[in-house]
Every structure is written in structure tokens, then in C-alpha cells.
């Protein structure tokens, strides 16, 4: 009998290789990581809801076809945890609220789920996030706080906090996340995994995110061929998205081409604009010196950008406002407290003020694309700090108001919809890992991904598990 903590140890390539050589069944493996959800989510509360009876009919279907050496499709047999803002058919999605009823018929996936479906996988249950997806931080009134795998009394990010846990601990070597300003890249980066924010347009989505085209479909994996993988299956097309992109060649076909050659610049604080923990710095440095060791190009060089948080904050906060316009006041004051404070700030601004901020997301994006113009890869820290203590929107002590206060290498490139990746690379005094994004110009996202695997196959992406996997 194969020893289930090894089958949940295992990566997706890992798991489809293994089916391949008969060594283990999806069944084994659906089995196991059920066993590591029910044994992980008492500790973090990664997940809304547990689909295991659907998960193992899938699981039973999809040995069936690897024991005839049919298989469905580039995921068949493999566990994926879906963020609770994806529908999936027969699943109430709640979006972390208590305003939203679980009554009436979940009959529609999301694209990315239905390509998630005719690939094969194997759906274990959804993951939690903050209401409708709306602070860098895994809380909400329905489902309480997530926790961070490598210290509970820590966050686990947002707002795909869940999933990133659940990669984490082995609770489904894959998941499907969404990312309005950072909500992959900042729970993957507190978690220890690869995140992935893939150029607007390449996943598609539907129902259109209320945050408009700030919002990304994106996977989280262990590391960056898995994600690669998943990123392959859920960038099929769909017509329910009018802003999707036309199909691209798989980026996995580039994953191993390296990053010799390539014009990297550094920013290690975008010009001294951020003030990032020593910890932090130093890793990112050594991330950095390892890709001149491959063979990139490096120049410590800044982009030529302002803080366009004023700009993020009107495009965000008008979002959220539209999202609970046809609330009545019962379910408004179900609301978590934040999430009404931003959406009161985004009532009062005007279609003036809105269209002032498309503008400065315009010069924004302009001024980012000369940049790459010079640079195949800009690489900063992910984040400037490490998990802070879970339950709260920011540090306490940081007088910060919003979690954008946090975040400020994240959400400017939700403004531009370029790719950008969070790379695990190191952990700080407390044993609480760091991340190095690498972002590319826009529709560069296989690039992102050849750096991010370089940094995998180099050694230099390894974090320590976290104790409970």
C-alpha cells in the first residue's frame, strides 16, 4: 500500500507520471488528500466546503481511463481546490458572505472550472476567502480567519488565502485562484508556494469580476511546471468572456528554455519608495544573484512610477460599491466592517473621479511598457514584509489604514494587467517565507514562467515545508 503522506508530498507532474507507471491510482491519491484536509483544515480553516463524495466518482472515473491508457486531458486524475468566487456546478459559491444564500440551483462552472472538468481533474471542495474577494487578507464573517501553515497565529494573505494554505499543507497539489491586486501573489508569498497573476485576459472569466479588469484568474501550485500546467488548461477558451485573449502557445512548451540572455532590472524598493524589512531584502538579493549565475543580464533599475495607490483605490472601492448597490439594509449590515467602509467611499466618488483614475492607469501602463521596452523582467520583492498576525487588515503598530498600506509591489501590476509571478525564496528569522516577483510585459507570461523554473531547477526556490505536512 503506497503511504498517503507521500502521495499528498507530491507535485501534479509528479501524480500524472505516477499514473502513467501504474505505481498509484487517482483514487489512492483523491483518498489521501481528503485524509490531509480533514487532518489540516481544523488548523488553518483553508476550505468553505469539502466535495468528497463528487471528488472520488471522479477520482474512480479517471483510473478507469488511465488503467485502458486513455486519458482524459493534461490534468486527468489530479486534485485542484477551486477559491469559493470560481461557480462550480452543484456547489453553492458564498463568496465568504453571509449575504449571499445558499438556497437556489448552482448549475453553472466558471471557465476555468468547466476546462478544470474536461481535463479531468478531480475538484476536492472550495477555498475560502475574504467577502467577495475584497482585502489582501483571508477573514470573513462567514467562515472566520485562515491561518498561515507556518505559524497559526499568523495570516495566510489574501485574498486566495485558502488555497494558498491548502497547496501548502498538501491539501491538493493544485488550485484555482483570482488575483484583484495581489490576492495570489500575496498569500502564495506568506505561504511558501508559486503564484501565479497571468496577463488579463489569458484566463477567461465569468461572471465578470466587479472589480472590472483589475481582476485575474490564476493558478497556485507547489512550483512553477505545475503551475505552468494548470495554467495551460485554464486558459482555454470560452465565449462568455468578451475580453478574453486568443489562444497562445502552451507555455509549458518554454518552461525549460532558461533565462541566459534575458535584460533583468531589480528594483529592490521601486527608488526608495518602500521601505522593505532586512529579512525580506536580503533574500530577494539572493534570488536576484542566482539568476546572473544562469546567465540574465542584471541592472539595478527602477520603474519610472509613482504610487498610483490613489488611482487603485477609486477603481476598487467603486468596484465593491456596485457589487452591494441591490443590497438591501439587512444584508448590508451583514457585511464585514471594512468591506462597507470602502463601499461607502466608492459610492461618493464620481464618474469624473472614476474616469481620472482609467487615466492614470493608462499613463501607468504606458510608462511600464517603455520600461520593457529595455527589460524582458522586472524583479522586486513580493512583498516588503513577512505574515503579520492573522485577523487584522494590516500590521498592528504599522498605522496603516487599508491593506494596500502592505502591498505596494503587487497591485500597480493589476492596474497594467501584466503577468507576475511570486517565487518563494527563503524565510525570514521566524521561519515565515519570503517571495520574489518577476513580472513581464504584457502577454510575456510564458517568460515569467521560463524565470520562475529557472529559480525552481537552480535550487534557489526552496522553503522549508511548514510542520504540519
Known amino acids: 500500500m503506497t503511504d498517503p503522506t507521500f502521495l499528498t508530498d507530491l507535485t501534479a507532474r509528479q501524480l500524472l507520471s505516477g499514473y502513467e507507471k501504474g505505481d498509484f491510482s487517482p483514487v489512492d491519491v483523491t483518498r489521501a488528500v481528503l485524509e490531509r484536509i ?12 469539502v466535495t468528497a463524495e463528487e471528488a472520488l466518482t471522479r477520482a474512480e472515473a479517471s483510473a478507469g481511463r488511465w488503467s485502458r491508457r486513455e486519458p482524459l486531458g493534461l490534468l486527468d486524475g489530479v486534485p485542484v481546490s477551486v477559491k469559493d468566487l470560481f461557480l462550480q456546478r452543484g456547489v453553492p459559491t458564498l463568496r465568504g458572505s453571509r449575504a449571499v444564500t445558499a438556497e437556489g440551483v448552482w448549475d453553472v ?23 467577495f474577494g475584497w482585502k489582501g487578507v483571508t477573514d470573513s464573517p462567514l467562515t472566520g480567519v485562515t491561518r498561515n501553515p507556518y505559524d497559526l497565529s499568523r495570516t495566510a494573505g489574501g485574498s486566495s488565502g ?4 491548502a497547496v501548502a499543507l498538501g491539501a491538493a497539489p493544485l488550485s484555482l485562484g483570482t488575483d484583484g491586486g495581489g490576492s495570489v501573489r500575496i498569500p502564495a508569498s ?6 501565479l497573476k497571468p496577463t488579463y485576459g489569458r484566463v477567461p472569466l465569468y461572471p465578470s469580476s466587479p472589480f472590472g479588469t483589475l481582476a485575474h484568474g490564476g493558478p497556485m501550485a507547489r512550483d512553477a511546471a505545475d503551475a505552468a500546467l494548470l495554467l495551460d488548461v485554464i486558459s482555454g477558451q470560452d465565449p462568455r468572456d468578451w475580453s478574453q485573449l486568443p489562444p497562445a502557445r502552451p507555455v509549458s512548451d518554454s518552461l525549460t528554455e532558461g533565462v541566459k540572455g534575458l535584460r533583468i532590472a531589480y528594483s529592490p524598493s521601486f527608488g526608495g519608495q518602500v521601505a522593505v524589512r532586512p529579512a525580506v531584502a536580503s533574500a530577494v538579493r539572493d534570488a536576484v544573484s542566482r539568476l546572473a549565475e544562469l546567465g540574465a543580464y542584471i541592472e539595478e533599475a527602477d ?9 487603485f483605490h477609486t477603481l476598487w472601492f ?11 439594509p439587512a444584508q448590508r449590515e451583514l457585511l464585514d466592517p471594512g468591506l462597507r467602509e470602502i463601499c461607502e467611499a466608492g459610492a461618493r466618488d464620481s464618474a469624473l473621479d472614476y474616469l481620472a483614475a482609467v ?18 523582467l522586472l524583479v522586486t520583492p513580493t512583498l516588503p514584509i513577512t505574515a503579520f498576525e492573522a485577523g487584522r487588515e494590516t500590521p498592528r503598530g504599522s498605522g496603516l489604514r487599508r491593506w494596500t498600506g502592505w502591498t505596494p509591489f503587487t497591485y500597480p ?16 528569522e521566524d521561519g515565515l517565507p519570503i517571495g520574489v516577483q518577476l513580472v513581464a510585459a504584457r502577454h510575456a507570461d510564458a517568460l515569467v514562467l521560463r524565470a520562475a523554473h529557472a529559480l525552481y531547477e537552480s535550487g534557489a526556490a526552496r522553503v522549508p515545508a511548514p510542520a504540519g505536512r
Open 162 to 165: 485558502g488555497s494558498a494554505a
Open 190 to 195: 506568506f505561504c511558501g508556494i508559486f503564484g
Open 318 to 328: 467603486s468596484g465593491a460599491a456596485r457589487l452591494v448597490e441591490p443590497f438591501g
Open 38 to 49: 480533514e487532518m489540516v483544515q481544523p488548523l488553518v480553516n483553508a476550505f468553505v466546503r
Open 359 to 376: 487615466d492614470a492607469r493608462m499613463e501607468l501602463g504606458r510608462r511600464l511598457g517603455r520600461f520593457h521596452t529595455s527589460y524582458d
Open 303 to 311: 520603474p519610472d512610477i509613482a504610487d498610483p495607490v490613489d488611482a
Open 413 to 428: 501590476f493589476n492596474l497594467t494587467q501584466q503577468p507576475a509571478a511570486t517565487v518563494p525564496c527563503g524565510v525570514d
Open 109 to 131: 462552472d466558471a471557465p476555468a472550472v468547466a476546462r478544470l472538468r474536461e481535463h479531468g481533474a478531480v475538484l476536492v471542495g472550495k477555498t475560502t476567502t475574504p467577502e
